[in-house]
């Protein structure tokens, strides 16, 4: 069974920078394709990020050169640093594991910027 726990989330004033981490038990993680999405209230769950067992990256746009996406193998831990944030960064943050054909999903974290 794999289970991924976030944690890292918190307030952060606009300009400012938090990181996320998440870890991952269970078999899977280094063929894992692991990525971060994220919920503003009233909206649709969106991606933000991936990272392949590669180390390939890939991000949406509004948080390209803000935010990087890294994965530690050895300790099973994909991190998620996000520098000038901005409000609208606002929302639970939730960590994702794709493994072969199964999908996995932390039980998220929040994230507010605000002054």
């Known amino acids: 069974q794999v289970q991924l726990v976030e944690s890292g989330g918190g307030l952060v004033q606009p300009g400012g920078s938090l990181r996320l981490s998440c870890a991952v038990s269970g078999n899977g993680f280094r063929i894992a394709i692991m990525a971060w999405y994220r919920q503003a209230p009233g909206k649709e769950r969106e991606w933000v990020a991936t990272?392949?067992?590669?180390?390939?990256?890939a991000y949406e746009d509004a948080v390209k050169g803000r935010f990087t996406i890294s994965r530690d193998d050895a300790w099973n831990t994909v991190d998620l640093q996000m520098n000038d944030m901005r409000p609208e960064d606002t929302a639970v943050y939730y960590c994702?594991?794709?493994?072969?054909?199964?999908?996995?999903w932390g039980q998220g974290t929040q994230v507010t910027v605000s002054s």
């Open positions: 994702n594991a794709a493994i072969l054909r199964d999908q996995y």
């Open positions: 990272i392949t067992s590669q180390g390939t990256t």
